[in-house]
């Protein structure tokens, strides 16, 4: 039988730098995955000039002038209607995405000095234990 001549702390600073840091940057990125698919950029983008939720009016059979300008300042009134929405729901998942991209980093920056802060922090108690 072997004994492990590293002490238990290497191990910890092997994984909190190593496979611990892999796996903070995963969740960040399964963070902004999850806000790209919730506000559907893509989709949004594919859709901006479509009219609001499909609606709008058939232009009909022959051609009555007062049916088809009615129609046409209908459907291009929802096209328009349709549009602001999507460029907000865009810019709200824009600002959504960046505050967690934002938010992620400050995370991982956190999670560097982790340890250096605990034991700051550890050393910090003992003085005032002392003192």
Not at 31 to 57: D, N, Q
Not at 83 to 103: M, S
Request: glycine share 8%; with cysteine; charged share 10%.
């Amino acid at each position: 039988m072997q004994e492990n001549s590293q002490p238990m702390i290497w191990y910890y600073f092997k994984w909190h730098y190593g496979k611990g840091f892999k796996e903070a940057i995963n969740t960040i990125k399964n963070f902004l995955w999850f806000v790209a698919h919730f506000f559907s950029f893509k989709l949004l983008f594919k859709t901006l000039f479509a009219p609001w939720k499909r609606m709008g009016e058939s232009y009909g059979e022959g051609f009555d002038l007062g049916a088809f300008a009615s129609a046409f300042i209908v459907n291009s009134l929802m096209r328009v209607v349709g549009f602001i929405t999507r460029i907000i729901i865009i810019f709200v998942g824009l600002v959504t995405y960046v505050a967690v991209l934002l938010f992620g980093v400050a995370v991982l920056f956190i999670w560097m000095f982790a340890p250096v802060i605990l034991m700051g922090c550890v050393l910090l108690a003992v003085t005032f234990i002392i003192v």
